[in-house]
Nanobody
Framework: QVQLVESGGGLVQAGGSLRLSCAAS????????MMWYRQAPGKQRDSVAT???????AYADSVRGRFTISRDNTMNTVYLQMDGLKPEDTAVYYC?????????WGQGTQVTVSS
């Protein structure tokens, strides 16, 4: 049974930092590409950052240079370090993996950035 559990969200002032974590189980974690998405109220869910099994990373233009995705294969955990947060980063952040052709999501963690 695949399970993704996000944590680390919260309320922060603009310019501040947060570190999100996503603990995965039920998959061969080290072999899978992991992704972070976010969804703001009334908007679609958008990709934020991706990290491959080999450690290659990719970012949405809106977060490049401010956010850093990383993984710890010994802990089956993927992280999203968010620096220089802006009010427009306010959203529910979700962890995602595609495993055996099926997409799995965590429950999400709320990030709120006040101006």
């Amino acid at each position: 049974q695949v399970q993704l559990v996000e944590s680390g969200g919260g309320l922060v002032q603009a310019g501040g930092s947060l570190r999100l974590s996503c603990a995965a189980s039920g998959i061969n974690f080290r072999s899978n590409t992991m992704m972070w998405y976010r969804q703001a109220p009334g908007k679609q869910r958008d990709s934020v950052a991706t990290i491959t099994s080999g450690g290659s990373t990719a970012y949405a233009d809106s977060v490049r240079g401010r956010f850093t995705i990383s993984r710890d294969n010994t802990m089956n955990t993927v992280y999203l370090q968010m620096d220089g947060l802006k009010p427009e980063d306010t959203a529910v952040y979700y962890c995602n993996v595609i495993f055996r052709g099926r997409s799995y999501w965590g429950q999400g963690t709320q990030v709120t950035v006040s101006s």
